[in-house]
Structure formats: structure tokens, C-alpha cells
């Protein structure tokens, strides 16, 4: 069964850094990307980046370059995401979701096939 | 950046009758387009990808279509278990490297009228 399984909720003040994981089963944790995507209570969905477990390489958002760093552990299938400077605006439910690319019909696509159950980040003083 | 525009914010419909949720891209993005359904309290679910390629597992009355900038999620017969909230996203410039960005519209809630 294939599934993503994050870390518990968080508490932090502001100024601090938060780092949630996401331990991956089920499936060879090389073989496809990690998103990480947030969403503010009552808000909508806002992609943060992409790491390759593979190869370690990564791509953020313009919003969050310099304060996000996303990693990895192949030993132990498990993505990391890290946000510093946390401010109240910070406070989300963080997802992980596997990228997953498909061929149809001589064409890729990419899609989020897979999600975790999310982790709540709280930032406040 | 690609903005993505979802319309409308809010959907009435009927149990059975048919919803059309419109997504338009910024810019030319081909079929780079993802749909997924949020229910609240749960992690978002993939229904189409490639505009129109439906997830496994999800039922045929859900239909994507659209290329360039206009894109159509519809859903005949709704089901009880259908009023959610539907993003539709983009990932255009893949597999780019440097240049991936899957930004997100701002979604549209389907309740029942």
C-alpha cells in the first residue's frame, strides 16, 4: 500500500524554524519526486517546491526561496521540509505529495498522485 | 508566473444534475493541467491530469477537458460524495529543471443547492 505518512503537529514562535518530515512506503522512494504544498485555514492550496530523492536536487517557490530548504534520507525513505523565520502568516496544514509522471498516448505528464496526511503548523507568540 | 483562474468561486447544484468548473491559465500551458478534489479535513485527491486523463479509481462522470488556457472539469449526475473543493493546477515547463513551478488556482467550492 502505497502511502505518506508525515510528523505530527507543530507549535513555534515567531523568528523560529520548523521542519516537518514525510516517511514514505510502499513504493521505491528514488523513483519519484516530493512536492510540498500548504494551505491556510480556510484558504486554498499553495505549492512550496520539488525535491528528486534521487538525486537530491530541488526547486522552490520565488515566495519561499531563502527560507525553505527541502532534504532528504534514502536510508529511511523520508522527505524533509524546513521553514525559517516563521511568521503568523506561516501558520498552515503542511502536505507532502508524490509526483508522479505518466506516459499517454507518446506524451509525459506530471501529477500529485499521492498525499500525506498533512501537518499543522502553528506560529504564534 | 503562470497565474491560474478558477470560476466560480462558489457552485450550487443540484444531486444529479451536471456541474462545469472553468480553470484559465495566464498563459499557454498545453494540457499541463491537473484536477483535484479536497473534501474538508482531508488531503487533496487527484482526479485528472494531462487535462484529461482521469486518476485510476475515479469515476467516469468526472470529464477534464481544455488545452492552451481554457480548461473544463465536469461532473455529471452529481453524487452526494462530490461536493468538495476542486483545484485545478498547473505544471507547466516540465520536466524543465530550473523553471518547474505548479502553481495552483484558488479553487472552486461545489455545494448543494
Known amino acids: 500500500h502505497v502511502q505518506l505518512v508525515q510528523s505530527g503537529a507543530e507549535v513555534k514562535k515567531p523568528g523560529a524554524s520548523v521542519k516537518v518530515s514525510c516517511k514514505a512506503s510502499?513504493?521505491?522512494?528514488?523513483?519519484?519526486?516530493i512536492n510540498w504544498v500548504r494551505q491556510a485555514t480556510g484558504q486554498g492550496l499553495e505549492w512550496m517546491g520539488w525535491?528528486?530523492?534521487?538525486?537530491?536536487?530541488?526547486g522552490y517557490a520565488q515566495k519561499f526561496q531563502g527560507r525553505v530548504t527541502m532534504t532528504r534520507s534514502t536510508s529511511t525513505s523520508t522527505a524533509y521540509v524546513e521553514l525559517s523565520s516563521l511568521r503568523s502568516e506561516d501558520t498552515a496544514v503542511y502536505y507532502c505529495?508524490?509526483?508522479?509522471?505518466?506516459?499517454?498516448?507518446?506524451?509525459?505528464?506530471?501529477?500529485?498522485?499521492?498525499w500525506g496526511q498533512g501537518t499543522t503548523v502553528t506560529v504564534s507568540s | 508566473e503562470i497565474v491560474m483562474t478558477q470560476s466560480p468561486a462558489t457552485l450550487s447544484v443540484s444531486p444529479g444534475a451536471r456541474a462545469t468548473l472553468s480553470c484559465r491559465a495566464s498563459?499557454?500551458?498545453?494540457?499541463?493541467l491537473a484536477w483535484y478534489q479536497q473534501k474538508p479535513g482531508q488531503a487533496p485527491r487527484l482526479l485528472i491530469y494531462?487535462?484529461?486523463t482521469r486518476a485510476a479509481g475515479v469515476p467516469a462522470r468526472f470529464t477534464g477537458s481544455g488545452s492552451g488556457t481554457e480548461f473544463t472539469l465536469t461532473i455529471s449526475s452529481l453524487q452526494s460524495e462530490d461536493f468538495a473543493v476542486y483545484y485545478c493546477?498547473?505544471?507547466?515547463?516540465?520536466?524543465?529543471?530550473?523553471?518547474?513551478?505548479?502553481?495552483f488556482g484558488q479553487g472552486t467550492k461545489l455545494e448543494i443547492k
Open positions: 505529495a508524490r509526483g508522479r509522471v505518466s506516459l499517454v498516448e507518446d506524451t509525459y505528464y506530471y501529477s500529485m498522485d499521492v
Open positions: 510502499g513504493y521505491t522512494f528514488t523513483d519519484y519526486d
Open positions: 525535491m528528486n530523492p534521487k538525486t537530491g536536487n530541488t
Open positions: 498563459q499557454r500551458i498545453s494540457d499541463n
Open positions: 494531462g487535462a484529461s
Open positions: 493546477q498547473q505544471y507547466n515547463n516540465w520536466p524543465l529543471l530550473s523553471s518547474r513551478m505548479y502553481t
